[in-house]
């Protein structure tokens, strides 16, 4: 079946420091690939996506490269700042017709970024 | 504003008594799911509802039930809590012919079984 393994947390770092987070995955054929976010006390949201290897997601700062070579989206961002603590999820959706929409999760990466 | 919402957001209950969480997306999505995140196991999805009516169990269903009578609403129903059902609980919707949409969230219900 379907998988998403992640570096496991939690990941320290200072203000403006690189960071970067491991997501390999499994699936067959060509599945959609997510970053999500998770801040303290909310919701999941959408931070990134991809939907063909070779595309670039990005968005706030954060990029993620579809690496269909190495079944591969790891998320990066330049200079961190201490809003960005919080949880990360990879994921991924192989569609309707091949798992009817499903979200496949990966296990979550705390990060924690300190002044 | 386009949003799933869930209520309640924290609940304490005992062991047995029957429960309702409700969530509501206004979005006119076709797809709705319900997901339970915990600590070292992410997020695993108990149930989801491709339209109305239309209802199938995820990966981990047992001990909840869900209904689809109306496109907006897609309700989790505990019908005998248990402490190992005590999680953070996610609704999230998504239009059906999107696979690269992603989910919309809800904010989250934290439930607490004693």
């Known amino acids: 079946g379907n998988s998403v393994t992640q570096m496991e947390g939690p990941v320290t770092l200072s203000e403006e420091a690189f960071l970067t987070i491991n997501c390999t995955y499994t699936?067959?054929?060509?599945?959609?690939l997510f970053w999500y976010v998770q801040y303290p006390g909310e919701g999941l949201q959408l931070l990134l996506k991809?939907?063909?290897?070779?595309d670039k997601g990005s968005n706030k700062g954060f990029e993620a490269t579809y690496r269909k070579e190495t079944t591969s989206f790891h998320l990066e961002k330049g200079s961190v700042q201490v809003s960005d603590s919080a949880v990360y999820f990879c994921a991924l959706s192989k569609g309707i017709r091949a798992a009817g929409n499903k979200l496949t999760f990966g296990g979550g990466t705390r990060v924690l970024v300190k002044p | 504003e386009a949003q799933v919402t869930q209520n309640p957001r924290y609940l304490i209950t005992v062991t047995g008594k029957k429960l309702t969480v409700t969530c509501s997306q206004n979005m006119n999505h076709e797809y709705m799911s319900w997901y339970r995140q915990d600590p070292g196991l992410g997020l695993r999805q108990i149930y989801y509802s491709m339209n109305v009516e239309v209802t199938d169990k995820g990966d981990v269903p047992e001990g909840y039930k869900v209904s689809r009578k109306e496109k907006r609403n897609f309700p989790l129903i505990l019908e005998s809590p248990s402490p190992n059902q005590t999680s953070l609980y996610f609704c999230?919707?998504?239009?059906?012919?999107?696979?690269?949409?992603?989910?919309?969230f809800g904010s989250g219900t934290r439930l607490t079984v004693v």
């Open positions: 699936a067959t054929g060509y599945p959609s």
């Open positions: 991809a939907t063909k290897a070779d």
């Open positions: 999230a919707s998504s239009p059906m012919d999107r696979g690269d949409y992603g989910y919309t």
